[in-house]
C-alpha cells in the first residue's frame, strides 16, 4: 500500500512538472511572438548580438544605465555627464548617436517622438525588467517608431513566472551610490492567472561635482494565460531628478586635473582653489508612465496573431539657474526694468506629453517558410513651454502674478507604418529573406519658441508653423547559407529618417530640412561549435542627406545642421569566443572602421586679432571623418564559473574621435582603455530562502582619466589661414576607479 502510495505521488508530481514545463514553453513562445514584428529570426542576414536575461539581471544590480551593459557588443560607445553611468547618458553604435538608433520595448518604440532620443536617466534599471535584449547593427529588420540609422535595439519584456517567487537586493558602493530593489512573481493562480512586479531604486552623489541624483522604475503586471491564448497587461512607469553638468570641462581644468568640476552648478576660484556651489543647482526632473496590453493568440499549429495597444504619459521640465544672464535673451526690454541688462535667473523649461498607439502582427510558420506581416498606428501629442521662475533683480516686478511665460508651443506627430517579411527556406542550406514597409508620418507644430530675434517692433519669439507629411518606402532583402556550423549571408537594407524638431526649430527661417536616407549593404560568415565560435561581419552604410553640424549660428543664435549630400560609414565587426574549459571562457570582439563626408563645407566665423567679428568664412574639405565616429573599438571578455563562485574581466578600448566633421587633431578626443571586474557567489540555502548572492563591482580599474564625450568651438582670429584656429574644446570626464557591493536574497 504504501509503495503504491508513493509511485502515485510521483507519478502526480511529474504530471504537474510536465503540465508546468509545457505551460512555460507556451508562455516563452507566445511571449516572442509578441516581438516577431521587430525582432530579428535566427536566420536573419544581418549583424545580431543577444543580450541574455542573466547578463541584464545582474547588471541591473549596479544602478548604471544600460548603455553601459551594451559597451560589451560591438561597435557601442556610451558615456554619461555625471560620470558614472548613471543618469544623463549618450549611446552610439557605429558611430551614430541615439536619436538615430531605433529603440523599442515589447515592439513599443521608446525614442522620443519628436527628438528621436532615448533619455536614458528616464529608464534607471530596465534591466531588471527585461528578459533579452538583441542589437541589430545597422538597418536591421522593419521596426516601429523612427528609422533605424545605425542599429535598432529591440528590448523584450521578461516573461511571468510560472512559480512563487520573491527577490530582494541592496547594493553600495562609490560616491555614496546605491541601489534598491525588490521583485515578486505570484505565480501560476487558479491554473490561468499571474501577477509579478518590480521596484527599483537608484540614489547616487556623482563623480561630477554636484550630480547628484535620485531615480528610479517600477513595473506591475498580470498575465491571463490559457490553452491558445496569453493576455498580457504591463505598467512601467520611471521617475528621476537628476543634477545636471552639460557645460562639460573646459581644456584648462582638464589640464589642471579639475576632473571633478561643475561650471553648470558651481564657479572656482584659482585663488584659493576652492569651489563655490551657485544658490540653485540645475536639475533635472521627469516622471512617465508606460502602459501595454498585448494578446496573442494561437489560431493553428501555423498561424499566431498578437494585438498590443500602448499609452504613455509623460511630464518633466529643468530648472536652469543662469548667473548674470542678459534679460533679452528672455524678451524682455531693458527699459521695462529700471535699465536692468543682466539678471540672476532661473529659467524653467518643461514638456507634457501622451503617446499612445495599437499594433498588430499575424505569424506563419511552416517548415520552409516563416512569415511576419502587421502594422502600427501611433499618436503623439506635446506641449512644451518655458518660464521663468526667480529673477533675482527684476522679479518683484516680473514675477508679481507668478511665473513668467516666455514661450509656450504644442506639437503631434502621427506615425503609421504596414510591413510584412518573410524567411523562405529554399533548401537545408540556403534560405533567403525579403521585408517592405510602408510608413507615414505626419508632423506639426505651433506656436512661439524659446528663441528671440530682433525687429522693427523689438525682441519676438520665433513663430513655429511646421506642418511636414513624409512617405517613406523601405525594402530589405538577404541571402543566408548555414551548413555544419558555418553561417554565411550577405544582404540590403533602405531606411529613411524624417527630421527631428530641432532640425526645423534651429534653423530659425533658413529652409527646412530634409528628410535623410541610408543604404546598408551587409556581409558576414560565423562558425560555430561547442567549443568556438568566430565571426566577421563587412558593412557599407551609404547616406543621403545625412544630418552634421555646420558651425554656423543662425539668425536667432543656434548652431545650425544641413543635410550632407554624400558621407557614408564602412567597417568591419570582428567577433570571437573560445569556452578554454566547462567553467572558462573567453570572448571579445574588435571593430575598425572609417567614418567619411565626402565633400563638406565647414562654416567657420572669423575675428580679427582684438576679437572683432568680420564675417563667416567656408573651409571645404575632401573625405573628412565624421564627428565622435571612432575608427577603432573592442572588447575583451573573461568568464569564470566555479561551483558557485563568478568572475568576469572586460577591457574596453575606444579610439580617438573627432570632435568636429574636419578630422583635425587639435580637435580630437583621445582614445581610452578601462577595465571592469565582477565577482559573485551564490550561497544555495533551499528552503524558505532559496538562495543569497554576494557580488561586487570594479570599474576603471586601473584608475584612467578619461573622457568619453566632449564638443569643440572653434574660430579663425587675426588670421587668414583657416587652419590657424582658435581651438576651445570641451570634456566630459568619466570617474576613476569605483567599486560596488551587492547582496540578493531569493525566496
Keep these: 500500500m504504501k509503495k503504491t502510495l508513493t509511485t502515485s505521488l510521483l507519478a502526480v508530481s511529474a504530471a504537474l512538472a510536465t503540465a508546468q514545463n509545457n505551460d512555460s514553453l507556451r508562455i516563452e513562445e507566445l511571449h516572442e511572438v509578441s516581438v516577431s514584428a521587430v525582432k530579428a529570426s ?4 544581418f549583424a545580431i548580438t543577444n543580450v541574455s536575461r542573466e547578463e ?41 548617436v541615439d536619436s538615430r538608433i531605433n529603440i523599442t520595448l515589447d515592439g513599443v518604440p521608446l525614442n522620443s517622438p519628436e527628438d528621436q532620443c532615448v533619455f536614458w536617466a528616464n529608464m534607471n534599471s530596465y ?5 533579452n535584449i538583441q ?4 538597418v536591421g529588420t522593419s521596426t516601429n517608431g523612427d528609422g533605424a540609422f545605425g542599429a535598432s535595439v529591440v528590448m523584450t519584456s521578461k516573461a511571468p513566472s510560472l512559480v512563487p517567487t520573491a527577490e530582494v537586493s541592496g547594493s553600495y558602493g562609490s560616491y555614496n551610490t546605491y541601489v534598491l530593489g525588490s521583485s515578486f512573481s505570484t505565480g501560476l493562480l487558479w491554473h490561468h492567472l499571474i501577477f509579478d512586479g518590480r521596484y527599483t531604486e537608484t540614489n547616487s552623489d556623482g563623480y561630477i561635482h554636484e550630480t547628484g541624483s535620485r531615480s528610479g522604475s517600477y513595473y506591475a503586471g498580470l498575465t491571463w494565460l490559457d490553452e491558445n491564448f496569453v493576455i498580457r497587461y504591463r505598467n512601467f512607469g520611471n521617475f528621476e531628478t537628476t543634477d545636471q553638468a552639460w557645460n562639460g570641462l573646459s581644456k584648462a581644468d582638464w589640464d589642471a586635473g579639475r576632473y571633478k568640476y561643475n561650471s553648470l552648478n558651481e564657479w572656482y576660484d584659482e585663488a584659493t582653489d576652492t569651489y563655490h556651489r551657485y544658490p540653485f543647482n540645475t536639475y533635472d526632473h521627469f516622471w512617465q508612465n508606460r502602459n501595454i496590453l498585448s494578446g496573442t493568440f494561437y489560431l493553428s499549429d501555423l498561424w499566431k496573431l498578437n494585438t498590443t495597444f500602448h499609452y504613455t504619459h509623460g511630464y518633466g521640465y529643468y530648472n536652469n539657474y543662469k548667473p548674470d544672464c542678459k534679460i533679452s535673451k528672455f524678451g524682455l526690454d531693458k527699459a521695462d526694468f529700471d535699465g ?6 532661473t529659467r524653467k523649461k518643461g514638456l507634457d506629453q501622451d503617446f499612445f498607439g495599437v499594433m498588430a502582427n499575424v505569424n506563419y510558420t511552416g517548415k520552409r517558410l516563416e512569415a511576419v506581416a502587421g502594422y502600427a498606428v501611433q499618436q503623439f501629442e506635446s506641449n512644451h513651454f518655458g518660464r521663468l521662475v526667480y529673477a533675482e533683480a527684476i522679479g518683484a516686478k516680473l514675477l508679481k502674478n507668478g511665473d513668467y511665460t516666455y514661450y509656450d508651443s504644442d506639437a503631434s506627430k502621427l506615425d503609421a507604418n504596414v510591413f510584412a517579411k518573410a524567411t523562405w527556406r ?8 525579403g521585408d517592405v514597409q510602408y510608413r507615414h508620418i505626419n508632423y506639426n507644430t505651433d506656436g512661439i519658441n524659446d528663441k528671440f530675434y530682433a525687429s522693427s517692433t523689438g525682441l519676438n519669439n520665433q513663430i513655429l508653423d511646421v506642418h511636414k507629411r513624409y512617405n517613406f518606402f523601405n525594402p530589405k532583402a538577404g541571402l543566408t547559407w548555414k551548413k555544419d556550423g558555418q553561417t554565411a549571408y550577405a544582404s540590403f537594407a533602405m531606411s529613411h529618417r524624417e527630421p527631428s524638431r530641432n532640425n526645423f526649430t534651429d534653423n530659425g527661417s533658413y529652409p527646412a ?3 535623410e536616407k541610408l543604404l546598408d549593404w551587409e556581409a558576414g560568415y560565423e562558425f560555430r561549435n561547442e567549443t568556438f565560435a568566430v565571426g566577421a561581419n563587412l558593412y557599407f552604410m551609404d547616406y543621403d542627406n545625412q544630418f552634421v553640424l555646420t558651425g554656423e549660428v543662425s539668425d536667432i543664435g543656434e548652431a545650425l545642421t544641413t543635410n550632407v549630400k554624400d558621407s557614408y560609414r564602412l567597417g568591419i565587426e570582428l567577433t570571437g569566443s573560445w569556452n578554454v574549459t566547462s567553467w572558462m571562457q573567453l570572448a571579445g570582439n574588435l571593430a575598425l572602421s572609417q567614418n567619411k563626408i565626402k565633400d563638406f563645407d565647414e562654416v567657420v566665423e572669423k575675428y580679427d586679432a582684438a576679437w572683432n567679428w568680420i564675417e563667416y568664412t567656408t573651409v571645404h574639405y575632401d573625405n573628412s571623418d565624421l564627428a565622435m565616429s571612432p575608427n577603432v573599438t573592442a572588447n575583451v571578455m573573461a568568464n569564470f564559473n566555479w561551483r558557485d563562485f563568478t568572475f568576469q574581466w572586460h577591457t574596453n578600448w575606444v579610439g580617438d574621435q573627432y570632435l568636429d566633421n574636419t578630422g583635425s587633431k587639435d580637435r580630437m578626443l583621445d582614445g581610452y582603455s578601462t577595465t571592469n571586474l565582477h565577482f559573485g557567489y551564490t550561497l544555495n540555502i533551499g528552503r524558505a530562502v532559496k538562495s543569497i548572492t554576494f557580488g561586487a563591482n570594479v570599474n576603471n580599474l586601473f584608475n584612467k582619466h578619461y573622457a568619453a564625450n566632449g564638443g569643440v ?35
Design 513 to 515: 530640412p530634409k528628410a
Design 135 to 138: 542589437v541589430q547593427r545597422g
Design 426 to 433: 529554399i533548401s537545408n542550406q540556403w534560405s533567403v529573406f
Design 56 to 96: 541584464l539581471s545582474e547588471f541591473s544590480k549596479t544602478g548604471q544605465e544600460i548603455p553601459m551593459l551594451l559597451m560589451q557588443t560591438p561597435s557601442v560607445v556610451a558615456s554619461f555627464d555625471n560620470g558614472l553611468g548613471i543618469g544623463t547618458g549618450y549611446l552610439r553604435i557605429r558611430g551614430s
Design 42 to 45: 535566427k536566420d536573419a542576414p
Design 340 to 345: 536692468v541688462k543682466t539678471d540672476n535667473l
Design 713 to 747: 568651438y572653434s574660430a579663425i582670429v587675426g588670421s587668414d589661414n583657416p587652419q590657424e584656429r582658435y581651438n576651445s574644446p570641451w570634456y566630459f570626464p568619466m570617474s576613476g576607479t569605483t567599486a560596488l557591493g551587492n547582496i540578493t536574497i531569493r525566496f
Design 127 to 131: 534591466a531588471g525588467s527585461l528578459g
